[in-house]
């Protein structure tokens, strides 16, 4: 399928998306704040600068973008236009978000990856859930965990 805008329109599209403070992730956090929780906000002091670090707990929070991390879901679907370049940038993320993994797993950090697809797709949590479920993962002792949507797979 040809792409409907031009070139400069494009450009200009995409460099509105935010890499930082995106919706999910400022609904995670307050729906985290209402419980009690209290979080740095993209700490550049440790790897892959997580979304949310909960010194207290030892834990980081991830909040990442189907479509620019590549997640195996509904929301994220290749590019046709200009490919070699998609599949480039969004494997280099992919390999960035395991460095920062192993990085910070080798600091002992806990580290949380929550998909844009557990907010934002047929099987999507309400934001109380989702927020449950990470102030569950937070008070526990588990090393890491991964929510997703309910209905990933295509």
Known sequence: MVDVLTPDQRSYCMSQIRAANTKPER????QL????????LHAKD??????????????????HGCFWHGHNC?????????AE???????????????????????????????ECAHRSPGSYPPESLAHKAADWLRSTSSRKTLRGRRTKR
């Open 85 to 115: 370049f998609w599949m480039a940038k969004i494997a280099k993320n992919r390999q960035n978000d395991l460095r920062s993994m192993v990085a910070l797993r080798r600091e002992e950090w806990r580290v949380l990856t929550v998909w």
């Open 33 to 40: 704040f209402l419980r009690g929780f209290r979080y740095r």
């Open 27 to 30: 609904m995670l956090r307050t």
């Open 46 to 63: 440790l790897p892959g600068r997580p979304d949310l670090v909960f010194p207290k707990y030892r834990a980081v929070i991830f909040v």
């Open 74 to 82: 509904r929301l994220f679907k290749m590019p046709a236009t200009n």
